[in-house]
């Protein structure tokens, strides 16, 4: 496994949660990093990308609630899930590519992805 995510667990609705990405195999500030996340019987919805050149972008549904933020010390990528609402229960993957562009939430885009860490919210 090139990507390792973790982080995820049972949180109750307006709780917060901080999911992490990293590589045993290469250096991710080289890469957009990406987070999706997957709820069984739905597509795979992008959630927060963080660019090669740091630009960051989110899902307009989050309405401000993530935060994407690199620590290329510890070669870490880092999701920050705030004020979580039982909507935001899913499997989440963090994915890496070479991509700048326009559509961060294609995944095609990605050569790489983690296994997923699973968000569980309580209401």
């Known amino acids: 496994v090139q990507l390792q995510a973790s982080g995820g667990g049972l949180v109750k609705a307006g709780g917060s949660l901080r999911l992490s990405c990293t590589s045993s195999?290469?250096?991710?500030?080289?890469?957009?990093i990406a987070w999706f996340r997957q709820v069984p019987g739905k597509e795979r919805e992008g959630v927060a990308y963080?660019?090669?050149?740091?630009?960051?972008g989110y899902a307009d549904f989050l309405k401000g609630r993530f935060a994407i933020s690199r620590d290329n010390a510890k070669n870490m990528v880092y999701l920050q899930l705030n004020s979580v609402e039982p909507e935001d229960t899913a499997v989440y993957y963090c994915?890496?590519?070479?991509?700048?562009?326009?559509?961060?939430?294609?995944?095609?885009?990605?050569?790489?992805w983690g296994q997923g860490t699973l968000v569980t919210v309580s209401s």
């Open positions: 195999r290469f250096v991710l500030r080289f890469s957009t």
């Open positions: 994915a890496a590519g070479s991509y700048t562009g326009d559509h961060y939430f294609y995944d095609p885009h990605y050569t790489t």
């Open positions: 963080v660019s090669r050149d740091s630009t960051t």
